[in-house]
Structures are given as C-alpha cells and as structure tokens.
C-alpha cells in the first residue's frame, strides 16, 4: 500500500475519502459505527491534525455512506464476493480497498441521485490515494460489473 496522497475534488469527494478511511477503521478495530461517524465529525472532518489539514466533507453524505455500509454490509459483500474471479475472496482482497469497494457499491445501490460514471471514478481516484499498482483498476472493474447488474 502506498502512502496517503491527496484526493481532487469537493465536499463529496472529501466525503467519499473520508468513509473509505471510517469503514477501514471500522474493520480494524472492531468499534461499532457509530462511534466512528461521531469521532469522524466531532474531531476529523476540516479539522487539522498532525500539520494535514482534512478537507471539508459534505458531513450528511458521510455519514449516509458509512452508515449505509454498515447496515446494508451483508448485501454488499455478496454482490462483491459474487463478482470476483474463483481465484478471489473478499478476504484476500487488501482492507482499505474492501472499505473502497463497500462504499462505492453502496452508493451504487443507493444514491441513484449521483451518476454511475461519476461514482466510478470517485472511487478509483480515492483508490488511486492509496495505492500505485493495479487496484484501482480492480475497483474500477468490480465496480463497474456491479453497476451494469444493478443500474441497467
């Protein structure tokens, strides 16, 4: 995984980043949501912390994608497991791009308000944040399979 690098956009974008890195946390320690999404608003997004100033975040959305995540997180792992070769797991998968792939397909399932191409490519650039291989065209692949059984 490479380092943290910065994510083009606005409130959105920042929102989509700022989900990615909640569901990770979520995953990795095992806290509840919940707790996550206030920690995230009370004291992460805009905020500035160790010299990194964090983006302003459309907060509703935030917190739409994360909690839709979670309470949708069965669904959504089926739809990703049932679209991956025979040679992969979700678990085999790399933990921040699972927490990529939950938030994109979430929004793919319930926010028909955002446009499928746009969704897309939010985020592969928030992948491409994270890694310099080939995963975010992996997410992009995933995601696009997703959105053409889902949206068409």
Same mark, same amino acid.
């Given at each position: 995984?490479?380092?943290?690098?910065?994510?083009? @956009?606005?409130?959105?974008?920042?929102?989509?980043?700022?989900?990615?890195?909640?569901?990770?946390? +979520?995953?990795? =320690?095992?806290?509840?949501?919940?707790?996550?999404? !206030?920690?995230?608003?009370?004291?992460?997004? @805009?905020?500035?912390?160790?010299? #990194?100033?964090?983006?302003?975040?459309?907060?509703?959305?935030?917190? #739409?994608?994360? =909690?839709?995540?979670?309470?949708?997180?069965?669904?959504?792992?089926?739809? +990703?497991?049932?679209?991956?070769?025979?040679?992969?797991?979700?678990?085999?998968?790399?933990?921040?791009?699972?927490?990529?792939?939950?938030?994109?397909?979430?929004?793919?399932?319930?926010?028909?308000?955002?446009?499928?191409?746009?969704?897309?490519?939010?985020?592969?650039?928030?992948? !491409?944040?994270?890694?310099?291989?080939?995963?975010?065209?992996?997410?992009?692949? +995933?995601?696009? !399979? +997703?959105? !053409?059984?889902?949206?068409?």
């Amino acid at each position: 995984m490479a380092k943290e690098k910065s994510v083009k @956009g606005g409130a959105r974008s920042s929102a989509r980043l700022a989900a990615v890195q909640a569901l990770y946390q +979520i995953e990795a =320690s095992d806290t509840p949501s919940p707790i996550v999404i !206030k920690e995230f608003v009370d004291h992460r997004l @805009g905020e500035l912390i160790d010299d #990194d100033q964090f983006a302003k975040a459309d907060e509703a959305f935030f917190i #739409d994608l994360v =909690s839709g995540v979670d309470s949708r997180s069965e669904e959504i792992d089926e739809l +990703i497991t049932s679209n991956l070769t025979d040679s992969w797991s979700l678990e085999r998968i790399e933990s921040v791009a699972r927490a990529v792939l939950r938030s994109g397909v979430y929004e793919i399932l319930a926010r028909p308000d955002v446009p499928t191409n746009v969704i897309i490519n939010e985020y592969v650039d928030v992948t !491409k944040a994270f890694f310099d291989d080939s995963t975010p065209a992996f997410v992009n692949g +995933i995601l696009d !399979k +997703i959105a !053409k059984l889902t949206r068409e």
